[in-house]
Every structure is written in structure tokens, then in C-alpha cells.
């Protein structure tokens, strides 16, 4: 990751692609091959969601936020962290990113 951009690499099947999230403009960038996926996660990342969050003290502990997914780094990761339940699409947190 650099200062600006905060990258994540995505797959389904055996394609691999990447979201892009520019940390001082608050643009998400989708890149992968397949018009369809592409156009659900661009459509997902681009809607606000209420999301059940992890926030207490503990692992049972949780509380709906209401989040657009550029407007933040946090909720832009939160969001990710959904993003195959909405779209079929896995984002791969330990693969290194281009």
C-alpha cells in the first residue's frame, strides 16, 4: 500500500483482478477482465450498507453500521469483508497486489 492507494487483490474461479481505493480522492478503481463481476463489484462498492460490526469486547458483540464504502479506508475494508456474500467474489487479503 502506498500513502494514496489502499489495493486488495479479488478472485473468482481462476481470475484474479484487484479494488483499488484512493485514500485522498475516495474513488474505488475494480479491476477485473470479467464484464460481469466487474460491474456487480463496482455496483456493490458503490451503494450504502447497514453491516453488522464486530465492535465490543468480545467476538459476540455486535452492532449495525451504516457505511458508504468510499468514504473511508475503514469502511471501505468493512465492506470488503462482505463483498462475496453480495457478489460472489473473494477478496484475497495475503496475496500481494501489483
Do not use: C
Amino acid at each position: 500500500m502506498s500513502d494514496r492507494m489502499y489495493k486488495v487483490v479479488v478472485h473468482f474461479a481462476a481470475e484474479y483482478g484487484q479494488v483499488e481505493y484512493d485514500i485522498l480522492e475516495k474513488i474505488i478503481r475494480v479491476v477485473l477482465a470479467d464484464t460481469d463481476k466487474r460491474t456487480a463489484v463496482e455496483k456493490y462498492l458503490s451503494e450504502s450498507h447497514v453491516i453488522e460490526n464486530a465492535d465490543g469486547t468480545d467476538l459476540r458483540t455486535f452492532h449495525p453500521k451504516k457505511l458508504l464504502p468510499s468514504e473511508s479506508l475503514e469502511s471501505f475494508k468493512l465492506a470488503m469483508t462482505r463483498l462475496w456474500h453480495h457478489t460472489g467474489v473473494y477478496v484475497d487479503w495475503s496475496r500481494p497486489t501489483v
